[in-house]
């Protein structure tokens, strides 16, 4: 029986996918094609485009250009149609602007718990982050559960980088908090240097931010306010990173401005209860206000909801202020830096599982400040409920 030609694009999209790390299993539900034709275009590409220790061959693929196909072509098959173009329009985002969406099948809707599924998408995902990384450049981290389920994955696929590699930098993004709604294990700090030694070796100094209080409560005098920015400033990574606390972060100097790549998760619109309610009392946020203004956070900078009015923006604006770590501004310049960089730099990754997050992550989109969603599939079916109906 003459056997079923596979089409070109889905030998190359089942290499990739297999360089990245994922299982002829995850490569079937991703593509939708048969087991029986992953494992021919595997076979079909096996030392050409890919190789056992999950690595894509890009340069090569690159050079061949079977049918014309870009790596753009690749990375567009992998992910999902469906949700790109409802997302596109919803958004009115140019082709240049939209984010490239991998979505990774973490379980049944109502059969595997949040943490669980979360670890599952560290696991899936940590093929991805772990290329991306390979090749150089300074990577900031945040904070959480979701960074943490990646950098985890990254750890059990990654060997320390050879001296042919390019050289790769780890930065932690965000203070560390004496209120520990962030669990110690999950803090900037810890996740920096556990990625940076994973990557670069057990002996390579990642720098710390783990005396650097993650916010400056609202109810601070400006005397207290003075008193912790010195302190803050005794840091010498801090400096490095961010430049001086409370002042203007100047263009070319602190490093944030050369990060090529950052790393985080996001959050929910605003939950009274749980360990992140009583971390913004302490700050002295009034959560009943915040829960109008904003429609969720990345790693506790808080996104603005779209239609606020010009003394609302300012109250966001007022509260994000708190923070010591990582800004908005921080953000856009990254993920612009990206975009006109014709994919040289990865720009803002997300790491993102559960439906509560989908409202957060399409206003991220729109406001374009993401580069790659790592996402599981019960947020990309809420994602697509939200924007639906907007072709």
């Not at 275009?41 to 220790?53: P, R, S, V």
């Not at 690159?62 to 790109?84: I, K, N, Y």
């Not at 009392?281 to 009943?288: I, N, S, T």
């Not at 010009?310 to 109250?315: A, S």
Request: proline letters at 5%.
């Amino acid at each position: 029986m003459k056997k079923k030609r596979i089409e070109t694009i889905d030998r190359i999209a089942a290499a990739y996918l297999r360089g990245q790390g994922d299982t002829q299993d995850r490569i079937h539900e991703i593509l939708g094609i048969s087991q029986s034709s992953v494992a021919r275009a595997l076979d079909e590409t096996k030392g050409i485009y890919w190789q056992e220790e999950c690595r894509f061959l890009t340069e090569r693929f690159e050079e061949d250009q079977p049918e014309g196909l870009s790596m753009r072509d690749v990375h567009q098959r992998v992910g999902r149609f469906r949700l790109a173009a409802k997302l596109a329009a919803h958004c009115g985002l140019a082709e240049e602007d939209m984010p490239e969406i991998r979505v990774f099948p973490c379980g049944l809707p109502g059969k595997v718990v949040w943490d669980e599924r979360v670890t599952n998408l560290g696991r899936a995902a940590a093929g991805v982050v772990n290329q991306l990384l390979l090749n150089g450049g300074i990577c900031g981290l945040t904070w959480g559960r979701h960074v943490q389920s990646v950098v985890a994955g990254v750890e059990k696929i990654s060997a320390p980088s050879s001296s042919g590699q390019p050289e790769l930098r780890v930065l932690p993004l965000c203070g560390d908090s004496t209120l520990r709604p962030i669990p110690s294990d999950q803090s900037s700090a810890v996740l920096a240097m556990r990625l940076d030694q994973a990557m670069n070796g057990k002996g390579h100094v990642t720098p710390s931010l783990a005396s650097v209080p993650a916010f400056i409560p609202k109810n601070f005098s400006k005397q207290e306010v003075a008193a912790v920015r010195k302190l803050i400033n005794l840091n010498p990574d801090y400096v490095e990173i961010f430049g001086k606390a409370g002042a203007k972060r100047v263009k070319g100097t602190p490093l944030i401005h050369d990060v090529s790549m950052i790393l985080t998760g996001v959050g929910p619109a605003v939950r009274r209860g749980g360990k992140s309610g009583h971390f913004f009392k302490a700050a002295g946020v009034d959560l009943d206000r915040l829960s109008r203004l904003v429609i969720g956070d990345i790693s506790a900078y808080f996104i603005e909801r779209p239609d606020l009015k010009p003394h609302e923006k300012e109250q966001v604006k007022k509260i994000n202020s708190l923070w010591t770590g990582l800004h908005r501004e921080d953000l856009q310049r990254c993920s612009d830096a990206a975009r006109s960089s014709n994919g040289e730099r990865p720009g803002v990754v997300i790491a993102a599982a559960g439906e509560d997050r989908a409202e957060v992550m399409v206003e991220i989109a729109r406001q374009r400040l993401s580069q790659l969603w790592l996402i599981d599939n019960t947020l990309e079916a809420r994602v697509i409920e939200l924007v639906s109906g907007s072709e």
